[in-house]
C-alpha cells in the first residue's frame, strides 16, 4: 500500500512538472516548438504551391522561408529545457517566424500596394466617414454599380482603421493592416492575461506568426483585430467582478460595432453569464455592451438605408450582386443553383441559428470554455452555409481555438479552480 501512495504521489509530481512545462512556449518538452514551425513551413510551402491568388502565392514563398528558419534555430538553440539558453533560442525562433510570415511580407505588400481588396474598402470607408459622416454609398449610388467592392459590409467601428490614410494620406505606414496588426498584438495580448495565461507575450508571438494569423494579417486582415475583442471579452468573463464585467461588455461592444459576425458571441456571452452568475450579473454586461454598440452603430441609424444594404442585404445576397467572397463552401455552391439555391440557404441558417439558440437555452453553457466552443461551433457552420463565403472566414473559430488552448496551458498557477473552470468545461 505504501508503495502504491508513492507511485501516486510521483504519478501527481510528474503531472505538475508536466503541466508547468506547457505553460510558456519557452518551456515545452522536447523539440514540439520546432514541430508547428515545421507544420507551419510546410501549410505554407502548399499553399504557395496550389493557391491561384498571386498574393498569396507571395506570402507563402516567404512564409515558408521564415518558418523554415524559425525551425531550425529551434532545433539548434533549442538547449536545456529549462535553460536560460533554451529560452534564448525560443525568443530567437519565435522572431525569425514572426518576421518571416508577417513582418516581412506585410511591409513588402504595403510597400507595393497589394492587399486583398477588403483593405481598399476599409481605407475608402475612412475617407467617405471623414468627407461625407458615414462611411457607407449612398443606395443611389449603389443601384447603378456592378462592382461588389463599392458596398462596405463592415460596421462603422472598422472604418476607424482606415483614418491614418484618410488624414495623412498613402503610404506603408498608414495602410490599414498596420493598425489591425497592432490593434490584435495589444488586445490579444490582453486576452490572454485576463483570460489567466502567464506567458502571454511568448503565446502572442506565437499565434500572430500561426498561419491562422499572419496569412490573413498580411493580405487582408479586416477579421484579425474582431476576433482580438471577441477573445478579450471572453477573457475578462473568466472570472466574476464588476470591473470585468463592464469592460467585457466594452470588448464585445466593440466586436459588435465592427461586424455582424460578433454578434452570436455576445448573444454566448449573455446566456453564460445568465446560467452561471446570475441574470442580474447578465444585465448589467448586456446594459455595457449594448450601450456600446449603439454609440458605435447609433449615429448611422437617422437614415438607416445605406447601412441596411451594404452590412444586411449584400452579405446575404439581397442586394442583387455577387460578393467577391466566394469560396467553394456548401453555401455558396447551393446559392450558385439559382433563387430556390438562394431561398434554400437562407432557410438553412435561419434554422441553423433556430438549433444553436435551442442548444444555449436547454444546455446553456456555464464555463468560458465551454461558450466559446459553442461559439467556434456556430460560427463554424454559419461559414459552411453563408451564400457569400471564404475560407478566411474560419480565422474567427480557429483564433477562439488558439487563445483557448493558450489559457489552459498557460494559466497562472494557483488560480482557482471554480474561476477558470478548464477542466470541467464538458460539464458546462
Known amino acids: 500500500m505504501r508503495l502504491s501512495y508513492k507511485r501516486l504521489g510521483s504519478l501527481r509530481l510528474s503531472s505538475m512538472r508536466m503541466g508547468d512545462a506547457w505553460r510558456s512556449p519557452a518551456t515545452w518538452p522536447g523539440y514540439w516548438l520546432a514541430v508547428v514551425f ?77 492587399s486583398q481588396p477588403e483593405v481598399e474598402v476599409v481605407a475608402r470607408s475612412a475617407v467617405m466617414l471623414v468627407h461625407h459622416g458615414t462611411p457607407y454609398a449612398s443606395v443611389a449610388s449603389l443601384a447603378s454599380t456592378t462592382d461588389p467592392n463599392a458596398y462596405n459590409p463592415y460596421l462603422p467601428v472598422m472604418a476607424l482603421f482606415g483614418l491614418p490614410r484618410a488624414v495623412f494620406g498613402s503610404g506603408a505606414l498608414t495602410d490599414p493592416r498596420i493598425w489591425f496588426g497592432l490593434a490584435f498584438l495589444v488586445v490579444f495580448a490582453w486576452a490572454l492575461r485576463a483570460g489567466g495565461a502567464r506567458d502571454a507575450l511568448r503565446w502572442t508571438i506565437l499565434v500572430v506568426a500561426s498561419p491562422v494569423i499572419a496569412l490573413e494579417l498580411a493580405v487582408g486582415g479586416t477579421d484579425v483585430p474582431m476576433v482580438a475583442f471577441l477573445s478579450l471579452g471572453f477573457g475578462l468573463l473568466a472570472r466574476t467582478s464588476s470591473r470585468r464585467i463592464v469592460l467585457a461588455g ?48 447609433g449615429p448611422f441609424l437617422t437614415d438607416p438605408n ?123
Open 38 to 114: 515545421a507544420v507551419s513551413a510546410l501549410y505554407a510551402g502548399l499553399f504557395a504551391l496550389i493557391s491561384s491568388d498571386s498574393i498569396h502565392r507571395l506570402w507563402g514563398d516567404m512564409a515558408f522561408c521564415g518558418y523554415g528558419a524559425a525551425f531550425v534555430v529551434a532545433v539548434i538553440l533549442r538547449g536545456q529545457r529549462w535553460g536560460k539558453a533554451g529560452r534564448w533560442g525560443v525568443d530567437i525562433a519565435l522572431v525569425a517566424a514572426l518576421l518571416g510570415a508577417l513582418v516581412v511580407p506585410l511591409s513588402v505588400m504595403a510597400a507595393r500596394n497589394l
Open 250 to 297: 466594452i470588448a464585445l461592444g466593440i466586436a459588435a460595432g465592427m461586424k455582424a459576425t460578433a454578434w452570436p458571441g455576445l448573444a454566448v456571452a449573455i446566456v453564460m453569464l445568465a446560467a452561471r452568475d446570475g441574470w442580474r450579473v447578465a444585465s448589467r454586461f448586456t446594459l455595457v455592451a449594448v450601450a456600446v454598440a449603439a454609440v458605435c452603430i
Open 306 to 428: 445605406p447601412l441596411v444594404v451594404n452590412t444586411i442585404k449584400f452579405p446575404l445576397g439581397l442586394a442583387g450582386i455577387q460578393s467577391a467572397a466566394a469560396s467553394p463552401l456548401p453555401g455558396h455552391l447551393i446559392a450558385g443553383l439559382g433563387k430556390a439555391g438562394h431561398t434554400t440557404v437562407v432557410a438553412l441558417l435561419v434554422l441553423t441559428a433556430i438549433g444553436v439558440a435551442a442548444t444555449l437555452i436547454t444546455r446553456p453553457p456555464r464555463t468560458v470554455p465551454r461558450a466559446v466552443f459553442l461559439l467556434a461551433w456556430a460560427m463554424s457552420l454559419m461559414f459552411v452555409l453563408a451564400p457569400s463565403t471564404r475560407f478566411g472566414y474560419f480565422i474567427y473559430p480557429g483564433t477562439l481555438a488558439l487563445w483557448l488552448l493558450a489559457v489552459t496551458a498557460g494559466r497562472e498557477t494557483g488560480s482557482r479552480p471554480d474561476s477558470y473552470p478548464v477542466a470541467n468545461a464538458a460539464q458546462g
